[in-house]
């Protein structure tokens, strides 16, 4: 079992940055690949970054690649990420999650869910 707590959303203006948290419990936090997907208003959630479980091996949608970068610490249990050059449609709830094995940038993959933050960049 493993148990997600998100923290760093907030507003920001176009153009500016963030760095998302997740922290994560359990001792096995190593042994998971680690995502980000958002979902904003009216819309499905969507893929946004994954790490591999040893951190070697990133993916990140093309919307948001060359802006955000994920890392993680296995040491700290926990996994960032960091936006820079926000738009206004990166707007979204935005969620960490976890999976056994390989990253993934299915939702349906992944087996343990924060809780989600809210992240709104005005323009």
């Known amino acids: 079992q493993v148990q997600l707590v998100e923290s760093g959303g907030g507003l920001v203006q176009a153009g500016g940055s963030l760095r998302l948290s997740c922290a994560a419990s359990?001792?096995?936090?190593?042994?998971?690949?680690m995502g980000w997907f958002r979902q904003a208003p009216g819309k499905e959630r969507e893929f946004v970054a994954a790490?591999?479980?040893?951190?070697?091996?990133?993916y990140y949608a093309d919307s948001v690649k060359g802006r955000f970068t994920v890392s993680r610490d296995n040491a700290k249990n926990t996994v960032w990420l960091q936006m820079n050059s926000l738009k206004p449609e990166d707007t979204a709830v935005y969620y960490c999650?976890?999976?056994?094995?390989?990253?993934?940038?299915?939702?349906?993959?992944?087996?343990?869910w924060g809780q989600g933050m809210q992240v709104t960049v005005s323009s």
């Open positions: 359990g001792r096995t936090f190593g042994s998971y690949a």
């Open positions: 790490i591999s479980w040893s951190g070697s091996s990133t």
């Open positions: 999650a976890a999976r056994k094995g390989y990253y993934s940038g299915s939702s349906h993959s992944y087996d343990y």
